[in-house]
């Protein structure tokens, strides 16, 4: 079952410290998603890309950066500026333009402070 | 501004009863729209999108543009239908889905 994989499962950050969350796809999909998930809350956009080498915030961007530098790789990186970065972490991957393609999710990130 | 609403955090029904999962969107033009589905330990999952018009494990929704409802229905619920379950609207395209804050379905035997 593969197509979208990211690591660490999880992950677990000190105080100060920036951490990198990994989301590789290897269906070819132009389109990924960086969400959060926290209870009741369900899922909030972080960052999304449309094409390599470009990106663009989502709802709740703050505390959070990403690259784009490959296709297939959207790493997503917490860094000390997010208070509160224990969450669950959901990358997703999305086809070709136009129709209704339907996005593709990986298995998640926890990430707890130390 | 775009926006899903889901209004039932939680929804319990016994085994072979009818379920209903309510999803409301305001989304200009015409969005296109999903639902998606999280079990216990797995990874979010495409129950059902609203082009295709199909039924995945008893599971159909009907779009009903006067209403903006996307309700998601099925006439005998299952124990392995407990789970997590998000109404999603997009806009045609790469554009990301906005997904409502999601009803947990628990099916009593």
Redesign the interface.
């Known amino acids: 079952d593969g197509g979208i994989t990211q690591s660490p499962k999880y992950l677990f950050r000190k105080e100060g410290q920036n951490v990198t969350l990994s989301c590789e796809q290897n269906l070819n999909h132009?389109?990924m998603?960086w969400?959060r998930q926290d209870p009741?809350?369900?899922?909030?956009?972080i960052y999304?890309s449309?094409i390599v080498n470009d990106f663009q915030k989502?709802d709740i961007a703050e505390g959070y950066s990403v690259s784009r530098e490959k296709k297939e790789s959207f790493p997503l990186t917490v860094t000390s500026a997010q208070k509160n970065p224990t969450a669950f972490y959901?990358c997703?991957s999305?086809g070709l333009?136009?129709?209704?393609s339907?996005?593709?999710?990986?298995?998640?990130t926890r990430l707890s402070i130390l | 501004a775009q926006r899903v609403t889901q209004p039932e955090k939680l929804l319990s029904v016994f085994k072979g009863a009818p379920v209903e999962l309510k999803c409301n969107y305001s989304y200009s033009g015409s969005p296109e729209l999903f639902w998606y589905v999280q079990y216990s330990r797995q990874r979010l999952q495409l129950l059902l999108r609203h082009i295709s018009r199909e039924s995945i494990k008893g599971f159909t929704a009907d779009l009903n543009k006067g209403e903006t409802s996307f309700h998601l229905k099925k006439p005998f619920a299952q124990e392995e239908d407990s789970a997590m379950y998000y109404c999603a609207p997009t806009r045609q395209g790469n554009t990301p889905l906005v997904f409502g804050k999601g009803t947990r379905l628990s099916v009593i035997a």
């Open positions: 132009d389109a998603y969400y009741g809350q369900g899922l909030r956009l999304y449309q989502g959901l997703a999305r333009l136009g129709g209704s339907p996005q593709h999710f990986g298995d998640g």
